[in-house]
């Protein structure tokens, strides 16, 4: 698929909370995106909710759906 229609392209790392941490205090170098599921982030909010949308604005994400 050509980056034209598909714009997200490499490597990506699948975004849990438990690595929200390690993360944030080393930034990865390797990463080129993170994958998420909405509904394990879905009404996330304090430190934890801005740490999340501090990724949203540095890395392109790809969310998919489990159960919505």
């Not at 997200?8 to 390797?30: K, Y």
């Not at 994958?35 to 969310?63: H, L």
Request: hydrophobic share 35%; glycine share 14%.
């Amino acid at each position: 698929m050509s980056s034209k229609t598909y714009p997200v392209t490499g490597s990506g790392l699948g975004l849990r909370r438990s690595l929200m941490g390690p993360l944030r205090d080393n930034p990865p170098q390797a990463v080129d995106f993170f994958e998420i599921a909405p509904e394990n982030w879905i009404g996330v909010g304090g430190k934890m909710g801005k740490d999340f949308r501090s990724f949203t604005e540095r890395y392109p994400f790809i969310a998919h759906g489990l159960s919505l």
